[in-house]
Structures are given as structure tokens and as C-alpha cells.
């Protein structure tokens, strides 16, 4: 079957890095997706990565290793508007989307 | 321009009764996904629509469930004797094409059901 895994819940400290990671085992790999998620709200597009390497966008960057089936996300300068839930999408072969059950993310003063 | 957009907001309901989803996708987005969330749970896939072709129905739970997207653009979500399992957010998406693009979602339809 297919498989998304990531931690259930994170805490950090504000103005420190986190890195929520995320592993995935599909039946094929069309790219993998990281979305945000405030409670209440619907998730927003973060990041997508499609080839193996780093992908920087301001304060979040998002890797993966396709041999390894494997993602992170990493979250620098963290601030209080960054308490969310980290949602990890992959791509299968029928390019349907598989969605992890997302990371929630408590960041402290 | 204008995002996905689902109505209504809230729905509260009566088990046994049936109920309605909306959802208008981002104009020329041929794909549209429902998806359901219960409370502090991942997104759990529904149904997909890519442009005219046959629906990708895997993901409905029961046959209660069922959608339809009317001239490639709209969707309803209808729901038959509601039951209280049912109570959920229900979050509808597009994207580009299915295999193109980032789905961008709506802010979703909370139904509770008494």
C-alpha cells in the first residue's frame, strides 16, 4: 500500500529552525508537495520539490532524496505565525496526491 | 483572481436528512478534488474530476456520497441520510490539470450532524 509518515506534533522555540521530516513509500513519484495548514483554515501551497536537492524559499526550504524516499521541511527564524500543521503530499504514478497526516507545529515564546 | 470558493460555510443538519455541497473551482482549472477532514485528522481524498472525463469515484466511503461537476466548472457534493460519522470539514480543491500544478484549496464546508 501507500505510506506517508510524519511526527504527529513538534514544539520549538521562536526565532530558532525546526525540520519536520517526512517519509513516503508510493506506487511511483510525481513530485512531493508541502502544505500548510492553520487550525481552522484550509492548507496553502508551500513548497514543491520534483528532483532530488534543496528548494529555498525566504525562510522555508525543502529537500528530498528520491533514493531514500525522503523529505524535510525546514522552518528558520521561526515565528509565533508559524504554529500550523505541516502537511507532506506525494505525487503517485496516476498522479493522484497522498497525503501524510500532517505535522502539527507548537512554537513557544 | 478569485480562488475556490464552497458554500455554505456551515452547515448544521439533522441525521437522516440529506445535504448539499457547493464548490467553484478557480476559473480554468480542469481538475477539482474533494477532500474530507475530521477534527485534528489528515485529509482523506473523496472524489477527483478531470475535465469531461469519467470521475476517479475510490475514495467515497458509501454510496450516500455522491458528486457531480456540471459544464466542467461547479461541483456538488450531496450527501443522503446524513449520519453523525459524517460531520466533518469538507474541503474542495483545483488545480491546472491533474498532473500540472499545485491544488489550490477552498475554505471548506463544516457540516455537523445532529
Known amino acids: 500500500g501507500q505510506n506517508i509518515d510524519q511526527p504527529t506534533e513538534m514544539t520549538a522555540t521562536e526565532g530558532a529552525i525546526v525540520q519536520i521530516n517526512c517519509t513516503y513509500q508510493?506506487?511511483?513519484?510525481?513530485?512531493l508537495f508541502w502544505y500548510q495548514q492553520h487550525a481552522g483554515e484550509a492548507p496553502t501551497f508551500l513548497s514543491y520539490?520534483?528532483l532530488d536537492g534543496l528548494e529555498e524559499k525566504g525562510r522555508f526550504s525543502s529537500f528530498l532524496s528520491r533514493s531514500k524516499g525522503y523529505s524535510y521541511l525546514l522552518l528558520k527564524e521561526l515565528q509565533m505565525k508559524d504554529s500550523a500543521s505541516y502537511l507532506c503530499?506525494?505525487?503517485?504514478?496516476?498522479?493522484?496526491?497522498?497525503w501524510g497526516a500532517g505535522t502539527k507545529l507548537i512554537i513557544k515564546p | 483572481g478569485a480562488g475556490v470558493s464552497q458554500s455554505p460555510s456551515n452547515k448544521v443538519t439533522e441525521k437522516g436528512k440529506d445535504v448539499e455541497l457547493r464548490c467553484d473551482p478557480i476559473?480554468?482549472?480542469?481538475?477539482l478534488y474533494w477532500y474530507r477532514q475530521s477534527l485534528g485528522q489528515g485529509l482523506e481524498f473523496l472524489i477527483y474530476?478531470?475535465?469531461?472525463?469519467?470521475?476517479?469515484k475510490s475514495g467515497l466511503p458509501s454510496d450516500r456520497f455522491s458528486a457531480e461537476r456540471t459544464g466542467g466548472s461547479v461541483s456538488t457534493l450531496t450527501i443522503q441520510r446524513t449520519q453523525q460519522e459524517d460531520s466533518a470539514v469538507y474541503l474542495c480543491?483545483?488545480?491546472?490539470?491533474?498532473?500540472?500544478?499545485?491544488?489550490?484549496f477552498g475554505p471548506g464546508t463544516r457540516l455537523t450532524v445532529t
Open positions: 480543491a483545483s488545480s491546472l490539470t491533474r498532473g500540472v500544478g499545485e491544488q489550490y
Open positions: 476559473s480554468g482549472h480542469t481538475a
Open positions: 474530476f478531470q475535465g469531461n472525463s469519467a470521475p476517479d
Open positions: 508510493t506506487s511511483g513519484f510525481n513530485g
Open positions: 520539490n520534483v
Open positions: 503530499a506525494v505525487k503517485d504514478s496516476n498522479y493522484q496526491l497522498i
